[in-house]
């Protein structure tokens, strides 16, 4: 009867010290890739969702279908809206990034706009008066009282999206996903955990990361719960 071996990656073991040695460097390229898919998508749907939600808050009529549409989009199941995608995109990186742009417009342009009609008419009066123009009100005035519901909104879009880009493991643009996929095909417990440690750090710092941009940004609604 032979003796088990010492190496807890030939025992496949959950917990092993030496994967995470041996793989460092696969480790962090997958890190690095789900934090540039993740960026580029929350970069991408803040841009998109700022118009959107002015568009909506100076035209009404916008404001329904605005909404109902990004929430439609958002009730799509991911893997039929990455399907939807690849007749554009194609298995790329870019497929994935759309996909988290449509999922992340739902909580950014609600956020968004519910931030800037929160605004009281007699602060803009009051600024109106002052002389600002329509630009300087928003930038100077509405933008920065909508901040504390627009960063509540990207929080959980961010959240959201380093979830989601796991399954871009799909198309072999996955991050940590295409650790924790492969890692199941082949039932390497060592990768599935420690990946899917890793995704859930990624998401608790960014979340933490962007509370503590929005205390900076916000200094007067500090003391309001986050």
């Known amino acids: 009867m032979t003796a088990p071996p010492d190496d807890c990656l030939a025992r496949n073991e959950w ?8 793989r ?5 390229d997958a890190v690095l890739q789900h934090l540039q898919l993740t960026s580029a998508a ?5 841009l998109i969702a ?8 100076r035209w009404r009529g916008l404001a329904g279908p605005v909404l109902g549409l990004t929430t439609v ?3 799509v199941p991911s893997l039929a809206m990455f399907s939807l995608l690849l007749p554009v995109y194609g298995l790329s990186a870019s497929l994935v990034v759309a996909g ?3 999922y992340s417009l739902t909580l950014l342009v609600r956020n968004l706009l519910a931030g800037l009609r929160a605004v009281p008419e007699e602060i803009r009066q009051a600024a ?3 002389g600002y123009g329509p630009l300087r009100l928003l930038l100077a005035v509405e933008l920065p009282l909508a901040l504390p519901a627009a960063m509540a909104g990207l929080r959980i879009a961010a959240v959201s999206a380093v979830s989601l880009v796991t399954l871009g493991a799909i198309v072999g643009y996955g991050g940590l996903g295409n650790l924790i996929y492969a890692g199941m095909n082949t039932f390497f417990k060592a990768q599935v955990l420690t990946a899917t440690v890793l995704c859930v750090l990624l998401a608790v710092v960014a979340d933490l990361l962007l509370l503590a941009l929005q205390r900076l940004l916000t200094p007067w609604a500090r003391g309001a719960p986050p």
Do not use: E, F, K
Not at 16 to 21: K, N, P, S, V
């Open 128 to 130: 109106r008066g002052l």
């Open 24 to 28: 460092r460097g696969i480790l962090r």
């Open 15 to 22: 917990i092993c010290g030496a994967y995470l040695t041996s």
């Open 42 to 46: 929350l970069a991408l749907a803040v």
């Open 100 to 102: 988290l742009v449509l």
């Open 50 to 57: 700022l118009p959107l939600a002015l568009a909506a808050r």
């Open 73 to 75: 989009l958002y009730t």
